[in-house]
Structures are given as structure tokens and as C-alpha cells.
T-cell receptor
Framework: KNEVEQSPQNLTAQEGEFITINCSYSVGISALHWLQQHPGGGIVSLFMLSSGKKKHGRLIATINIQEKHSSLHITASHPRDSAVYIC???????????WGAGTKLIIKP | GAVVSQHPSRVICKSGTSVKIECRSLDFQATTMFWYRQFPKKSLMLMATSNEGSKATYEQGVEKDKFLINHASLTLSTLTVTSAHPEDSSFYICSGSGADTQYFGPGTRLTVL
């Protein structure tokens, strides 16, 4: 079992739908990242969380430390949100990240 | 929010040449910089960690003489791929960390012909 599990692996939705991507982890963490990677490879840092909730535009990220779970939500989804969303956790005092496998999101117009 | 930039975003070079990739933290001081490599459809793999003014620490299996990392200032790190070969073709991503923050650059696509 991977230490960081994302679900779903693939998600196709219609424009305007509310999207939720989940990330569960089995190790103690000091921080959790959500990244967005577009088909051309370009990476965008979305959030870095250690507790609670963060919001940026239509994106919301939450983390529950007790349950070892984080969610990334996209409100009013748009085709330009189509990308792979990656969850990564920092465990321990070093900077090694443990990566989820990514969730491929396709938003249809 | 904080931004990390990389230059160039895309580079094509001939086998045997060297390529330098720059990574800059634009509005924060990155005391630690990380360099990752991503193979197609794979997760990012940490290549090395560098602290400003110190030698980089390379992960097992990464050749330090081939992937030269310089972290001369709190806002700039460079990765030089020396004597590049086609198998070095990959997507290289840097990340800067400082004071409870860590941000990723957009990546550089290297193609070695």
C-alpha cells in the first residue's frame, strides 16, 4: 500500500460541477502540498497545508490531521481546470516528499 | 503568493553539450532549493537538495559530476547537465523552501538529440 493515496485516479465532469479530489496518507506529516500539472508538464503550486483550510479563487484545500486526509475542491469547474492534480506530503524533519500518483481531471464544456 | 521561476522552460540540445537551468525564487528567500526530475507518467524524483552557500546533497544514484548544482544566493539556484545524453531528456523541476514555505517552479523540458 502506498503511503499517499489519491482518489479518484481519473475524473471526468461537466463544466460548472463541484469537484473533489481526495488524498489520504499513512505517515506523520509536517506539511501537505497540492500541485497542478498541465499536459505540457508545467507545474503550479496550489497549496501547502499543515492544518485547517486554505482558499484561493475557486480552489479550496482542507486537511484533517487526525484522519490523515486532505481534499482539494474546485468550485464552478471550467475546462481550463483540466490537469493532473498531485498530492505530496512532507514527512519528518527532512524535506523528502512522498508523492501521490495524481488525479487526472477532465472538465468537458 | 510566492513564485518560483525557471529558465528556460524548454531546451533542445545536442548530445555532448552542457545545459544550464536557472531557478529563481521571486518574492521570498529560499534557504533550501530542491531539484526534481520527472519521467513520463511518473512521480517527481528528488535529485538533490542544496542550502545556500553549501554543496548540494545528492540522492542515491544521481551523479553529482553530471548534474552540477550551484546555490549561490537565496534567490537563485542553477542545475547544469554536463555532457548531456539522450537519456538525460526529461522534465526538471526546482522547488524553493524557506520559513515554512515551499513552492515549485513550472519545470524545464530538456530534450537531448
Amino acid at each position: 500500500k502506498n503511503e499517499v493515496e489519491q482518489s479518484p485516479q481519473n475524473l471526468t465532469a461537466q463544466e460548472g460541477e463541484f469537484i473533489t479530489i481526495n488524498c489520504s496518507y499513512s505517515v506523520g506529516i509536517s506539511a501537505l502540498h497540492w500541485l497542478q500539472q498541465h499536459p505540457g508538464g508545467g507545474i503550479v503550486s496550489l497549496f501547502m497545508l499543515s492544518s485547517g483550510k486554505k482558499k484561493h479563487g475557486r480552489l479550496i484545500a482542507t486537511i484533517n490531521i487526525q484522519e490523515k486526509h486532505s481534499s482539494l475542491h474546485i468550485t464552478a469547474s471550467h475546462p481550463r481546470d483540466s490537469a493532473v492534480y498531485i498530492c505530496a506530503v512532507r514527512s519528518g524533519s527532512n524535506y523528502q516528499l512522498i508523492w501521490g500518483a495524481g488525479t487526472k481531471l477532465i472538465i468537458k464544456p | 503568493g510566492a513564485v518560483v521561476s525557471q529558465h528556460p522552460s524548454r531546451v533542445i540540445c545536442k548530445s555532448g553539450t552542457s545545459v544550464k537551468i536557472e531557478c529563481r525564487s521571486l518574492d521570498f528567500q529560499a534557504t533550501t532549493m530542491f531539484w526534481y526530475r520527472q519521467f513520463p507518467k511518473k512521480s517527481l524524483m528528488l535529485m538533490a537538495t542544496s542550502n545556500e552557500g553549501s554543496k548540494a546533497t545528492y540522492e542515491q544514484g544521481v551523479e553529482k559530476d553530471k548534474f552540477l548544482i550551484n546555490h549561490a544566493s537565496l534567490t537563485l539556484s542553477t542545475l547544469t547537465v554536463t555532457s548531456a545524453h539522450p537519456e538525460d531528456s526529461s522534465f526538471y523541476i526546482c522547488s524553493g523552501s524557506g520559513a515554512d514555505t515551499q513552492y515549485f517552479g513550472p519545470g524545464t523540458r530538456l530534450t537531448v538529440l
